[in-house]
């Protein structure tokens, strides 16, 4: 479901590399309160984050009020804590992906990971006074066009559920060799715009916590260019004051939230 992989090694990742990697982005990047460190995997994996190194980069992420990190489910276990416990009470969030709830479509997804676990872990966090972020697809493979904002909206309401502070909805991209192969046989679509407007409108009218919708490369899924820099920008507003915005009327194109 993710086209990440491309920027990934095939081998444990060097020993300084990670600290050396932080060091240079902060120093690049405008000051900020909270960080994302986001590794194209689970960062609490051995092989993709050395465990020798958590203390280094603990110290480094000192100034930070929130540090959110990403992992499997199966990785949230005592090194998740040891961490948590470096950075300080409060301060560490882990963002899980969640994707779908749509059970069938899950196990195809082939994560290592039943909504059970993922539950489980979420309830570890908790636990131990750790945030939950989740991220949850729009555009399912294998799910019929009618049906792909109910599962999309009861996977933002499972999260929350599970104890989740935010929740990120990410439209499911093409390019990476799997979704391309289940579009020529006519088991995936791309999602329209559309979908990924009305989750987010309906997400937030859940009022259960934070809703955001992912923007990058939006214009991907857009068929018309005379109202997309309005709805790029109602989004954006949405995510910005976590209210619904007005919707875009456009009179070139049939898309739109409805």
């Known amino acids: 479901m993710c086209d ?5 090694l095939d081998q444990n990742t060097p020993s300084g590399a990670i600290p050396a990697q932080i060091r ?13 460190l986001y590794n194209a995997g689970s960062f609490f994996d051995p092989r993709a984050i050395p465990p020798a190194e958590d203390a280094e980069v603990a110290g480094l992420l000192a100034g930070f009020e929130r540090i959110v990190v990403e992992s499997h489910p199966s990785f949230v276990q005592e090194r998740c804590v040891e961490f948590a ?47 939950l972020r989740a991220f949850v697809l729009a555009g399912l493979p294998w799910v019929a066009a009618a049906e792909q904002l109910r599962w999309t909206v009861a996977a933002v309401d499972f999260a929350f559920d599970c104890g989740a502070r935010a929740v990120s909805i990410i439209p499911t991209r093409s390019g990476n060799g799997a979704m391309d192969a289940l579009a020529a046989r006519g088991d995936f679509v791309s999602p329209e715009l559309a979908l990924l407007e009305d989750a987010l409108a309906e997400g937030l ?11 990058w490369d939006l214009e991907t899924f857009s068929a018309c260019r005379e109202c997309f ?14 209210t619904v915005a007005p919707a875009i009327a456009c009179d070139r194109c049939e898309s739109g939230p409805a």
């Not at 039943?114 to 636990?127: D, H, I, K, M, Y």
């Not at 916590?209 to 992912?214: I, N, Y």
């Not at 790029?232 to 910005?240: D, I």
Request: aromatic share 4%; net charge positive.
């Open 4 to 8: 990440l992989w491309k920027n990934t």
């Open 24 to 36: 240079t982005a902060l120093s690049e990047l405008r000051p900020a309160r909270r960080v994302k």
């Open 85 to 131: 416990e470096r950075l300080g009470p409060g301060r560490l969030e882990v963002a899980m992906g969640l994707e779908t709830v749509q059970p069938e479509v899950l196990a195809r997804l082939n994560k290592g990971m039943t909504l059970a676990s993922f539950r489980e872990a979420a309830g570890r966090l908790s636990s131990r006074g750790i945030g």
């Open 205 to 215: 009218r859940l009022r259960r916590g934070l809703v955001f919708a992912d923007l």
């Open 229 to 242: 820099g309005s709805r790029n920008e109602r989004l954006g507003v949405m995510n910005r004051t976590q």
